[in-house]
């Protein structure tokens, strides 16, 4: 794979992107609890959007690490191959430990609302294909896998157009909004909803900047500062938020957010521990769901009154779950795809993805 540098820049916005998600559960998971949230709820409400964010940094930085690649089968191989090497394993890992806490702790089910995994549903999870949770939506057995189900998705594609062409951008971009217009169809079931989600479009706008952003042009302050003011002015009229226009009420701030992050790359000195989230911000998205009720679970012991306010209750679990992905990336996701990699990099066809990163 053609190496990445590092922006500091994506990386901390990883981690706000993670910590705005953690923060938008925390506020739902608190109030449940019983606790009164005053201030944490103004600033997780908008937390959701750092999905969004994820999806446009996907497409940008999936288009600087393949630029320069040739077209055909191998290069789609590498490609493949490193973005299973870092998404797969911390995510099987983390969904055999759910679908194994289920089946065999007293209690669990209730904890993470009477959880039911069928044979069907762990395998559609464990294979990133959408189908239906106990919950009645359509979501993998950890809950926020539904996103990977559309990285995944993405990769795919991207991958396909590699195999074929150079003009990767300009296919990937063509495919995926052919398939948003069929949303505008009559169709039923998961996997139509799912592969008709004009969502993806999000990872387009990525591509986009990460195409223009590869031919060494910068994003001058007082531009990206005028696309967030005249963003953010949008927003006043958008629509009410819907899966079909998500990818304009949410994906076009993500695309602002992410323009003005780098256009301060060289002008911030970001904080460190804030590039530390931002390292371990897959292993923070992934395993906050099942950090907080471990953390509600301990605040609720010693305080049964409930008298603790509830903005300090929410912030100490957004800071315990940042613990538990630091620990989670240190000790778990790191090594692991280090290992996938190592054993892919063994194989004759995948020699080109050992150490590659995301």
């Not at 209730?110 to 979501?139: D, I, K, N, Q």
């Not at 949410?250 to 602002?256: K, Q, S, T, Y």
Request: net charge positive; hydrophobic share 55%.
């Amino acid at each position: 794979m053609t190496g990445i540098r590092k922006y500091r820049s994506i990386q901390a916005l990883r981690a706000l992107a993670a910590l705005g998600v953690v923060a938008f559960h925390t506020d739902g998971i608190v109030a449940a609890h019983g606790w009164l949230v005053h201030v944490f709820p103004r600033v997780s409400r908008y937390g959701e959007i750092g999905v969004d964010v994820f999806f446009v940094i996907s497409g940008f930085v999936m288009v600087l690490v393949t630029q320069g690649l040739p077209p055909g089968i191998q290069s789609a191989r590498s490609f493949i191959c490193a973005r299973i090497a870092r998404v797969v394993p911390l995510y099987w890992i983390l969904t055999a430990l759910f679908i194994a806490l289920v089946a065999s702790v007293p209690g669990v089910s209730e904890a993470f609302g009477h959880a039911r995994v069928s044979a069907w549903h762990a395998l559609s999870s464990f294979l990133f294909l959408p189908s239906m949770s106990w919950t009645g939506m359509a979501a993998p057995v950890l809950g926020v896998g539904w996103t990977l189900n559309y990285e995944m998705w993405f990769y795919g594609v991207f991958a396909a157009a590699m195999c074929v062409t150079r003009r990767r951008l300009l296919a990937v971009g063509a495919f995926l909004l052919l398939t948003s217009a069929l949303h505008l169809l009559p169709g039923e079931g998961v996997a139509f909803a799912f592969y008709t989600n004009p969502l993806v479009l999000e990872f387009v706008f990525g591509c986009c900047f990460g195409a223009w952003y590869a031919t060494g042009r910068t994003v001058p302050v007082a531009a990206a500062a005028g696309l967030l003011v005249a963003v953010a002015a949008a927003g006043v009229f958008a629509p009410r938020l819907t899966d079909a226009n998500r990818f304009l009420v949410f994906g076009l701030p993500a695309l602002a957010v992410v323009v003005a992050g780098l256009s301060v790359e060289s002008k911030v000195r970001w904080n460190r521990w804030l590039e530390r989230i931002g390292d371990a911000s897959y292993s923070l998205y992934l395993t906050h769901l099942l950090a907080m009720p471990v953390v509600v679970g301990f605040m609720q012991m010693i305080d049964v009154r409930h008298r603790l306010p509830g903005d300090l209750v929410g912030g100490a679990v957004v800071v315990a779950s940042t613990a538990v992905a630091l620990g989670s990336y240190r000790w778990v996701e790191r090594p692991a795809s280090r290992a996938v990699a190592s054993w892919i990099a063994g194989l004759s066809w995948g020699s080109a993805v050992a150490g590659a990163k995301r």
